[in-house]
Structure formats: structure tokens, C-alpha cells
């Protein structure tokens, strides 16, 4: 029997991917067990050498890991090289492969829901390696204006170096107006009680010419990216059909099988 899992802080036993993952494994005929890993960050190194020796086939990582496992691969695919980040290892023999399917699962998650990012304009919220994997997938759809907005600048100023874009600080940003046509929030923060400050900033934007809102947190008991959204009549996505398709780029990678995205939102859908 196989087994495949995720790695995170405390997040590990929230996430929706343990029941995404052991639901679809099952439908498919597959004997495999997936189960989450709470793993402290002075641990880290120790835990994805473990995936050796347990011979796990197959791990997601997650916040606030995909930018630290990196170093601790053999071996990194193409996008996952270029962006800097990964949530999904396959074990190959005794080397570890690690990609990312957020960047891919993003694309496939705009398609679903009916945004074109060609020759649009987004800004992105956040400089982690969700961030990355959002601006990176947006320059490859041809997307012609990204601004990245966040707090730390030096990691503002390398990904847009890397990706293309342009920078801009959060404190920039309050009582002005943003001429895009997507806003993507890729911090881990959405709740008012998790940062009364960055709640009170998004209330504020002045988005005239917004078409859509794309929050990739989820679960949230209140979002504030979706009440902005809902106050300003923009359409809005939060985080679980990225989630969803990110899942099933992960499953054709672990077990070779394209299996059809209904599979997996429907998990998540509750069906």
C-alpha cells in the first residue's frame, strides 16, 4: 500500500487535501493511505528525509514550507526551479522531485472560472511562494500588468526582477486607485481578527475597472477579500477550485492517472 501525505505546521490538520487526496484514491481503486505531518521548522530537514526512509511516495507541502524545502530536494522540475517553490514531492527510488502544481492549478482554476488573464492587468498580494507561483503563471499567460504589493520590499524587488512586474508597498496603497482587472490575494491572511491593519487597507481600495477577486485562502469564517468583493459587486473565488485543480495535477504526478477535475471538486463540494 502506498502512502503519500502533507507537511506543514499545525495548518497540516486543517487542510482540505486529506480529504481531497483519500477520497479521490479511493474512488480510483487505489490502496493508499494520505495523512498529515505537523513538522516544526527546526525539523524540516529531518522530516523530508524521512519520506526515504518510510518510503512515502509522494508529499504536498504547504504553508509556510514551500520555499524552504527547495534545498532539501535531488531534484526539481522546471517550474518549481524557476519559481522557487514547491507543494508537491515525488519519490523517485531514493531522490526526492519536487514541482509545483500551484502555478498550473491557478491556470487551470481561471479557466473554470471564465477569466482570460491575456493582456489584463492583476495585482498580487504577497511575496511567499504562492505569490510566486501566481506571477509566475501570469507572465506565461501573457498578462500585460502586475503589480506585486506587499510589506518587504527586497523580496517585492527579486520577484518582480525574476517575473516581470512592478513593485508596491502596502503602505502606498491606502485611499488610491488601482486600474486592474484581477486582484489575487496570496498571503495567508484573510481574516479581520488574523490583521485588523491589512483588513482596514483592502477595505479601502478603489478598484473601478476590477472584473474578478481570487482569494487562495479558504475556510475562512469571514473574509474580507470577499467582502470587499460583494461590497464593489466583483465576482470572487476563494481559494478551493485553485485548490482543487492544483490536486489533480498533483494525482497524474503520484500515480500517472489524468483524472477528470470533477473528481476532485466535487470533494470539495461536499458530494
Known amino acids: ?18 480529504a481531497i487526496f483519500s477520497t479521490v484514491l479511493k474512488r480510483m481503486g487505489i490502496k493508499a493511505a494520505y495523512v498529515p505531518f505537523k513538522v516544526a521548522p527546526d525539523q524540516l530537514g529531518q522530516a523530508l528525509q524521512s519520506l526515504r526512509v518510510l518510503n512515502i511516495a509522494g508529499a504536498n ?29 515525488v519519490l523517485n527510488g531514493d531522490k526526492l522531485k519536487g514541482y509545483n502544481t500551484n502555478a498550473i492549478g491557478f491556470m487551470d482554476a481561471l479557466s473554470y472560472a471564465g477569466f482570460e488573464p491575456e493582456d489584463k492587468s492583476a495585482m498580487v498580494f504577497g511575496t511567499g511562494g504562492a505569490a510566486r507561483a501566481v506571477v509566475f503563471i501570469l507572465n506565461w499567460l501573457r498578462t500585460k500588468t502586475i503589480f506585486v504589493a506587499g510589506r518587504d520590499e527586497p523580496k517585492m524587488q527579486e520577484m518582480v526582477n ?14 488610491q486607485q488601482i486600474p486592474v482587472d484581477i486582484v489575487i490575494n496570496a498571503t495567508s491572511v484573510s481574516s479581520p481578527n ?31 477579500w470577499k467582502k470587499m468583493a460583494e461590497k464593489k459587486e466583483i465576482r470572487f473565488m476563494d481559494g478551493l477550485m485553485p ?4 490536486a489533480r495535477r498533483t494525482f497524474a504526478l503520484w ?10 471538486v466535487s470533494v470539495i463540494e461536499g458530494e
Open 1 to 18: 500500500m502506498q502512502v503519500y501525505c502533507i507537511i506543514s505546521d499545525e495548518r497540516a490538520y486543517r487542510a482540505k487535501s486529506t
Open 61 to 89: 507541502i504547504t504553508v509556510p514550507y514551500k520555499e524552504a524545502v527547495t534545498p532539501y530536494m535531488d531534484i526539481l522540475s522546471e517550474g518549481a526551479n524557476i519559481i522557487g517553490a514547491i507543494n508537491t514531492i
Open 162 to 175: 525574476t517575473f516581470g512586474g512592478e513593485a508596491r508597498l502596502l503602505s502606498s496603497l491606502e485611499g
Open 194 to 224: 488574523e490583521s485588523p491593519e491589512m483588513a482596514g487597507l483592502i477595505g479601502s481600495l478603489d478598484l473601478p475597472s476590477c472584473e474578478m477577486v481570487v482569494d487562495l485562502n479558504y475556510d475562512r469564517p469571514e473574509s474580507f
Open 243 to 246: 485548490l482543487a485543480y492544483q
Open 255 to 264: 500515480t500517472g492517472l489524468q483524472v477528470p477535475p470533477e473528481e476532485f
